[in-house]
């Protein structure tokens, strides 16, 4: 079945270092890709998107792009900030279904001063 | 304008009771998904609601129900709860069935 792998955290980064998050899916046909991110105490708030192949979501100077020949979704940030620190999760929306998002198990990022 | 709204913020139950937790989306919304978080674990897909017919069902038990009202607020019951339901349980709403959710912040429910 559908399935998106993350990279196993914690991540622990100093302010202004890059981010890179691993992300790839397991899906037939073109799923729509995303990434949420959930702060303690809240629910998720989405990040990005992405729905067709090649396409770059982007967003408070984060970015994924949908690499199709990968069938990845790596997020990225040029230079992280502490109020970044929070669990990030891939997830996508089966291709041709309901709005079914399926996640990954999320990765903790700590961005320390 | 008001997000996705979830109520109560926090519950505690035993074993076998039964439990029901409320759901109101963005003005405007007439989906709405559940889906639970154990602790650790990314969400999990439980139901979805679209103009209050059921759309899609994850892979939950019967004790797991849910509706949808002409307001399109919605309600999930879980019967003869067990120790492993406590998670945070997250409603989200979108326009359609196929746009981008929001989510509210959860009901967090524990069992003793």
């Known amino acids: 079945g559908d399935s998106v792998t993350q990279m196993e955290g914690p991540v622990t980064l100093s302010e202004e270092a890059f981010l890179t998050i691993n992300c790839t899916y397991t899906?037939?046909?073109?799923?729509?890709l995303f990434w949420y991110v959930q702060y303690p105490g809240e629910g998720l708030q989405l990040l990005l998107k992405?729905?067709?192949?090649?396409d770059k979501g982007s967003n408070k100077g984060f970015e994924a792009t949908y690499r199709k020949e990968t069938t990845s979704f790596h997020l990225e940030k040029g230079s992280v900030q502490v109020s970044d620190s929070a669990v990030y999760f891939c997830a996508l929306i089966p291709s041709g279904g309901y709005n079914k998002l399926i996640f990954g198990a999320g990765t903790r990022l700590a961005v320390h001063p | 304008d008001a997000g996705v709204t979830q109520s109560p913020t926090h519950l505690i139950k035993t074993r076998g009771q039964q439990v029901t937790l409320r759901c109101s989306p963005i003005s405007g919304h007439k989906s709405v998904s559940w889906y639970q978080q154990v602790l650790g674990q990314g969400p999990q897909f439980i139901f979805q609601y679209y103009e209050k017919e059921e759309r899609g069902r994850g892979n939950f038990p019967d004790r797991f129900s849910a509706r949808q009202f002409p307001n399109y607020s919605s309600e999930l019951n879980v019967n003869a709860l067990l120790l492993g339901d406590s998670a945070l349980y997250l409603c989200?709403?979108?326009?359609?069935?196929?746009?981008?959710?929001?989510f509210g912040d959860g009901t967090r429910l524990s069992i003793l």
């Open positions: 899906a037939t046909g073109y799923p729509s």
């Open positions: 992405a729905t067709k192949a090649d």
């Open positions: 989200a709403s979108s326009p359609t069935g196929n746009q981008p959710q929001h």
